[in-house]
């Protein structure tokens, strides 16, 4: 066995991850369960120091941090589910750790065509506002989203990878698309941490079919306020959104209090922004240098999608032909939605599901029993389980 200075000087995985994070020893321990759950801090301090010999028992402790260490890194720390499963899967093997994001499953034309589909049901995104998922949690946050264009607020509308902005921004652009009086400017750009203020400026001139922008900063702010003004003026709304705004610089997170200040030096504001995102950058905001951004700033969470998979599950396969009582049997479908966390993560389940059925059993309706021989969804490669056998 290694002596301790010999661990500390080339430490494990979790004790790196562990002092990158500013993680401490109480804090592992606490998410563990503590000494109540076998955890305690010299226990871990043991663990970090690859000094458990009880294989059983160092089994369980590793398995009980691989799924309480998520939640603590995406509510805590504000990391995205990618940022997660890079450094997890690091740490823990794939038999430990469940990746929060799932490989892409396409479903192949035989297998559409085995399950009578006239499409894969899960690969593309919404064609028409008419195949979107709605419910009153998912309505709310369009609503507060169009709201903030109407009344010129601040918004931040937050979710992982695959958890259904897109398909929310799209809601929104469509809406605003048949108001004559509102207008959403995307100031975009491929690599989104290059924006600068100076970019937002001219793609709200440019907007509006402005002849000349000036070259002159000063001279550019003039003309954005004067611009905003006279639409203001006329009836016209405008916010400025943009995606991927975790990625945003320091510099142009925090421009944007300016251009929500432009008003009228009274209390009619000119422009209404809308952030679209993951909780990493929750984190950020956090951080003294954008309170002012904290204090104006609306946080609107994508729903939790638990509570909607099965009526998500049931409206994408009917858009495509599917019957979701026909396709899968009881058991199957609470393994899917206890097991997908995000719309995303659904479809490549039911896909992979939808592959291993056809090819594996030759069976029009997916057995849940069988499937669970096969894989085990939340994993990203199959593994295979002693299980029940299919019926």
């Known amino acids: 066995m290694k002596n301790r200075s010999e661990n500390n000087s080339n430490p494990s995985p979790l004790a790196d991850f562990c002092t990158r994070y500013k993680i401490s020893r109480s804090k592992l321990s606490e998410i563990a369960g503590g000494a109540e759950n076998d955890a305690s801090k010299t226990t871990v301090q043991r663990l970090l120091h690859d000094e458990i010999t009880d294989a059983d028992y160092l089994a369980r402790l590793r398995k009980i941090l691989a799924e309480r260490l998520p939640s603590f890194l995406l509510t805590n720390l504000g ?5 997660i499963d890079y450094e997890l899967l690091k ?6 750790y469940q990746p929060m994001i799932n490989e892409r499953t396409i479903l192949p034309k035989t297998v559409q065509q085995f399950f009578n589909l006239t499409d894969d049901p899960f690969s593309n995104s919404p064609r028409t506002r008419g195949e979107v998922f709605q419910n009153p949690a998912l309505q709310a946050v369009i609503d507060k989203g ?3 264009i109407k009344y010129q607020g601040f918004c931040y509308i937050s979710g992982d990878i695959g958890s259904g902005k897109t398909v929310i921004r799209s809601v929104i652009e469509d809406y605003v698309s048949n108001q004559t009086n509102l207008r959403l400017v995307f100031p975009e750009t491929f690599d989104m941490s290059r924006v600068t203020p100076a970019n937002i400026s001219r793609a709200i001139l440019e907007e509006f079919e402005s002849m ?5 900063a000063v001279s550019r702010a003039k003309k954005v306020k004067r611009l905003l003004a006279g639409l203001y003026k006329d009836g016209m709304r405008v916010a400025i959104a943009f995606d991927e705004a975790h990625r945003l610089n320091d510099t142009a997170l925090s421009s944007l209090k300016n251009f929500l200040e432009m008003n009228s030096g ?4 000119y422009l209404g922004v809308i952030l679209f995102g993951q909780p990493s950058l929750e984190a950020r905001l956090r951080d003294f240098r954008f309170r002012e951004i904290v204090e104006r700033i609306t946080i609107l969470q994508m729903p939790p999608f638990a509570e909607s998979a099965f009526d998500y599950l049931k409206h994408r396969l ?3 032909g599917g019957d979701v009582n026909n396709l899968f049997d009881a058991d199957a479908i609470e393994l899917i939605c206890q ?3 995000t719309p995303l993560a659904l479809g490549n389940i039911v896909n992979t599901a939808l592959i291993i059925s056809k090819e594996n059993f030759n069976n029009q309706k997916v057995i849940g029993a069988a499937i669970k021989t096969k894989m085990y969804f939340a994993q990203s490669e199959p593994k295979v389980l ?3 056998k299919a019926k």
């Not at 990391?79 to 940022?83: D, K, N, P, R």
């Not at 000349?212 to 002159?216: E, F, G, K, L, S």
């Not at 009274?266 to 504001?269: A, N, R, V």
């Open 212 to 216: 000349h922008i000036p070259n002159d």
């Open 339 to 341: 097991q997908a966390k």
């Open 91 to 96: 740490i823990f093997n794939k038999g430990e």
């Open 79 to 83: 990391l995205s589910a990618a940022e």
């Open 318 to 320: 009917s858009l495509f």
């Open 146 to 148: 169009i709201d903030t």
């Open 266 to 269: 009274g209390f009619q504001k």
């Open 386 to 388: 002693s299980m029940r």
